[in-house]
């Protein structure tokens, strides 16, 4: 049974940092490629980071050169370095996994299950 759970998630004000976490079991961690999703209240889901097995990785625009992802093999961990947070940041991340590097959604195969992240002015 595949599962991912994602961790970290808060409250922060605007400026402030979070380290989300994912991590995976009852799969090949290694192999897959990752992504870090969003959802606003209202707003559908879009992709804001990906990574493949060897680590090379995509943002979004409005997250580049304030988020980081990252993993950890040996752990089965996914991160999303946070950093420079803005209000429009708040929603709920999630982790997913695949086998493409990409932000087309139909082609991640497990989801989790979301971990909120709100950001006040």
């Known amino acids: 049974q595949v599962q991912l759970v994602e961790s970290g998630g808060g409250s922060v004000q605007a400026g402030g940092s979070l380290r989300l976490s994912c991590t995976a079991s009852?799969?090949?961690?290694?192999?897959?490629?990752m992504g870090w999703y969003r959802q606003a209240p209202g707003k559908e889901r879009e992709g804001v980071a990906c990574?493949?097995?060897?680590?090379?990785?995509n943002y979004v625009d409005s997250v580049k050169g304030r988020f980081t992802i990252s993993r950890d093999n040996a752990k089965n961990t996914l991160y999303l370095q946070m950093h420079s947070l803005k209000p429009e940041d708040t929603a709920m991340y999630y982790c997913?996994?695949?086998?493409?590097?990409?932000?087309?959604?139909?082609?991640?195969?497990?989801w989790g299950q979301g971990t909120q992240v709100t950001v006040s002015s």
């Open positions: 009852g799969l090949t961690f290694n192999d897959k490629a």
């Open positions: 997913a996994a695949g086998f493409y590097r990409t932000f087309v959604q139909r082609l991640y195969k497990y």
């Open positions: 990574i493949n097995w060897n680590h090379k990785s």
